[in-house]
């Protein structure tokens, strides 16, 4: 038995021929690769699954992306004791 269903890989590809600007293949093939990568750096099909998962959502809805870009960008506290909100 395949991993890979038969049926959606031909949307996939019927999805790309369709797209006269070339640029679904180009994302299709920079996604494959950094899977790959992502692969040979450990991380898990969880792993990506959860990280494409939120990109698409990041992509549909503008109001979650700046409160992911507002989150990554909050500066980290410093190594000082005394700022450690935990003790």
């Known amino acids: 038995m395949s991993v890979f269903d038969k049926s ?11 797209d ?3 640029r679904m293949s180009q994302i299709m093939q920079e996604i ?3 899977s790959e990568r992502a692969g ?3 991380f898990t099909m969880k792993d990506l699954s959860i990280i494409v998962t939120t990109g698409w959502y990041l992509s549909q ?4 992306k700046t409160f992911f870009d507002e989150l990554i ?4 506290p ?3 004791k005394d700022d450690d909100v935990w003790n």
């Open 78 to 80: 410093s190594d000082d």
């Open 8 to 18: 959606g890989i031909d949307e996939i590809i019927d999805k790309v021929k369709k």
């Open 73 to 76: 960008n909050t500066p980290l």
């Open 32 to 34: 494959m690769k950094i």
């Open 61 to 64: 809805s503008p109001e979650l």
């Open 40 to 42: 040979k750096f450990g």
């Open 20 to 22: 006269k600007t070339g």
